[in-house]
């Protein structure tokens, strides 16, 4: 049984960075089938992938073009977790953010962390 | 504005059957694998349907996606109170270099 456990603040100060984590059961993160995905939701801009982290030989990264400039989605190998940094956040960040693995042979997000409420406000 | 287009809403009554569109392009659509998701109130999204018509284990029959082109849709059949959920389509796109996801639709059972 694969299970997705999200951790990290509710609340950030605008311009500071958002940072939370995905801990991984069941599966490692360096599962050479996988990639490993922060969407987030809000209501006025939906359902958002943010981008991926997954191994192919060598670590590899794709971001969504809307926060690419400010978003790093690392692997933590030691611990079997990956983590979600949005750095200079507005309140138009504002959201619940999830975490998703992506298996190659499903094509789609099959497991889903439970979900962090942000706020971004001083 | 989101890349994949839905209804934003549809309804049936309880038994009926009701379909659900995901209109998308070449990038998209066209050329990769629909999934299908549920949102319950209040937590995660499921996952439906994946590789535009097949079924996780545990997902019931009543649950049908297909894809025709750069559309697709998502069928329920016998509908149930227990259905009302929002609903969103996904697929790669190459253009985004990413996950293209539907704006949503939300199911009421009437």
């Known amino acids: 049984q694969i299970h997705l456990q999200q951790s990290g603040p509710g609340l950030v100060k605008p311009s500071q960075t958002l940072a939370l984590t995905c801990a991984i059961s069941g599966d490692s993160v360096s599962n050479n089938n996988a990639a490993w995905n922060w969407i987030r939701q809000s209501p006025s801009r939906g359902l958002e992938w943010l981008g991926r982290t997954y191994y192919r030989s060598k670590w590899l990264n794709d971001y969504a073009e809307s926060v690419r400039s400010r978003i790093a989605i690392n692997p933590d190998t030691s611990k079997n977790q990956f983590s979600l940094q949005l750095n200079s956040v507005t309140p138009e960040d504002t959201a619940v953010y999830y975490c998703?693995?992506?298996?190659?042979?499903?094509?789609?997000?099959?497991?889903w962390g439970q979900g962090t409420m942000v706020t971004v406000s001083s | 504005q989101s890349v994949l287009t839905q209804p934003p809403s549809v309804s049936a009554a309880p038994g009926q059957r009701v379909t659900i569109s995901c209109s998308g392009r070449s990038s998209n659509v066209g050329n990769y694998h629909v999934s299908w998701y549920q949102q319950l109130p209040g937590t995660a999204p499921k996952l439906l349907i994946y590789d535009n018509d097949k079924r996780p284990s545990g997902i019931p029959d009543r649950f049908s996606g297909s894809k025709s082109g750069t559309s697709a849709t998502l069928a329920i059949t016998g509908l149930q109170t227990g259905d009302e959920a929002d609903y969103y389509c996904g697929t790669w796109d190459t253009s985004l270099t990413g996950v293209a996801l539907g704006g949503g639709t939300k199911l009421t059972v009437l």
């Open positions: 998703a693995k992506w298996p190659a042979k499903v094509n789609a997000f099959d497991i």
